[in-house]
């Protein structure tokens, strides 16, 4: 196996090289690659689009219904396909070549908005369609998120990738702010079939995008040939490169235990504060904004640390402790906007460092793992954290995330140190406070310097 410009770029607790540091001089650097210009303006449209079909489709399940339980398997029905095929996706993404695969994709998934909106527009729509255009969205997701996530290394390079990832989570948290404002007022005023016709609609955009790029500016990446136990050796590479299984395992826990949202903000609005739905969506609301906060910090910080992704971790987890404990809603609502923020710093330094850490043969089978931990570990989480609402109270289950998130940070953080030979200093960087992780070899050798 080669070893690739991505074990090349790993990231490690040095100095950041000079590309790196020319990189924090715009936070939309990467903005200037016409082709990532062209993906990330398709992705402005249709994202917003996705969001308005999720809440089109959630209330046309309820009024259809009038049963959150089937509400709830729609959502399922949509993860179910990354649970169950990711790592095939992964093995499809790494065989392809990526633009014509997402061309695919992206034009199935409009099919299948515009499916839903002629049979809701018409009045013959049943929820069972609605069941199966999920399940047809999440099989389309399976190859299509692995594949958008590596194509970003084709148009910007290794060295604008942490710039891009977070351009693209920003991209997607401002979507999260306009997209369900919009698809609520459509639905009030219009009804729910011009929502998913919206959503069919808006991935012209993405696909217009794709179709325009210039395909000599792409940067070349090794395609995986075909071959028996392409699944396996994925997952044999990922165990055997610690830099990646434990950034994995942390991400794991933290979407697992601390992004249980829906059951934790929901319960302190009625429950514990007793202010409703309009808080609720206060608390949504905010924790985007930090999220979009977030996004942007990364993309300006233009690298991806590992200390960074621990220190992350930990502070998500410890602010999760905080708000449970917040006496009132402000703070409460208050601690929205930071938590949110961690969150995201995360989500897209882990994303980051675990494509510059690969090898680009295998960067779709350990893109797609990552989604499936990523995506996957909520809908497993929720239920243990209904209990443990359910039993101790809600301050108690969100509490109990935070500190298992910032607890599997710290471990992790330690054992990533003890494999990569280093050592925690505490000291001072121009008059604050600094923590770094520094190669134990460098202490032994400064008393002779």
Avoid: C
Avoid at 52 to 74: E, F, K, P, Y
Avoid at 305 to 311: F, G, M, P, T
Avoid at 369 to 386: E, H, K, N, R, T
Wanted: glycine share 12%.
């Amino acid at each position: 196996m080669s070893t690739g410009s991505g074990a090349a770029s790993a990231p490690a607790p040095t100095t950041p090289t000079k590309s790196a540091q020319s990189s924090k001089s715009s936070m939309f650097s990467s903005l200037g690659v016409r082709n990532y210009r062209l993906f990330f303006i398709g992705q402005v449209v249709s994202n917003t689009g996705t969001w308005m079909q999720r809440i089109a489709q959630d209330w046309l399940v309820l009024s259809l219904t009038g049963s959150a339980t089937a509400v709830g398997i729609t959502t399922a029905l949509q993860f179910l396909p990354m649970l169950l095929f990711g790592l095939y996706g992964g093995v499809l993404v790494d065989r392809l070549p990526k633009r014509p695969t997402l061309l695919v994709t992206q034009t199935s998934m409009a099919v299948t908005g515009l499916a839903l909106a002629f049979l809701t527009l018409s009045g013959h729509v049943e929820v069972w369609h609605v069941y199966v255009a999920a399940f047809a969205v999440g099989l389309a997701t399976v190859v299509d998120n692995p594949a958008r996530q590596t194509f970003v290394t084709e148009m910007v390079g290794p060295d604008q990738l942490q710039n891009a990832v977070s351009l693209n989570s920003a991209n997607f948290q401002s979507a999260r702010l306009v997209g369900p404002a919009v698809a609520g007022l459509m639905i009030t005023g219009v009804g729910t079939g011009w929502a998913f016709l919206f959503n069919g609609l808006s991935f012209v955009a993405p696909i217009a995008g794709l179709l325009l790029m210039r395909a000599r500016d792409l940067h070349s990446v090794e395609r995986a040939p075909r071959g028996k136990g392409q699944m396996r050796e994925g997952l044999r590479y990922v165990a055997g490169r610690p830099e990646l299984i434990w950034t994995i395992v942390l991400v794991g826990f933290v979407s697992t235990f601390g992004f249980n949202f829906p059951v934790y903000l929901s319960a302190f609005a009625d429950d514990v504060f007793h202010a409703g739905a309009g808080s609720y969506s206060l608390f949504n609301t905010l924790m985007a904004v930090g999220s979009l906060s977030g996004a942007l910090l990364a993309a300006r910080r233009g690298t991806a640390r590992l200390r960074v992704l621990v220190a992350g971790a930990v502070a998500f987890g410890t602010l999760e402790i905080a708000a449970a404990l917040a006496p009132s809603l402000w703070l409460f609502a208050l601690l929205m906007v930071p938590i949110g923020m961690f969150g995201m710093t995360v989500n897209v330094t882990a994303n980051s460092s675990v494509q510059l850490s690969t090898d680009p043969a295998m960067r779709g089978r350990v893109m797609s793992l990552y989604m499936m931990v990523f995506m996957g570990g909520a809908p497993l989480g929720a239920p243990i954290a209904g209990w443990i609402t359910d039993a101790y109270g809600v301050r108690a289950g969100l509490a109990a995330g935070g500190a298992i998130a910032a607890l599997a940070a710290i471990v992790i953080g330690l054992v990533l140190a003890r494999v990569g030979n280093l050592r925690l200093t505490v000291g001072w960087n121009g008059g604050h406070p600094a923590v770094r992780f520094v190669p134990r070899e460098r202490e032994q050798l400064a008393p002779a310097a």
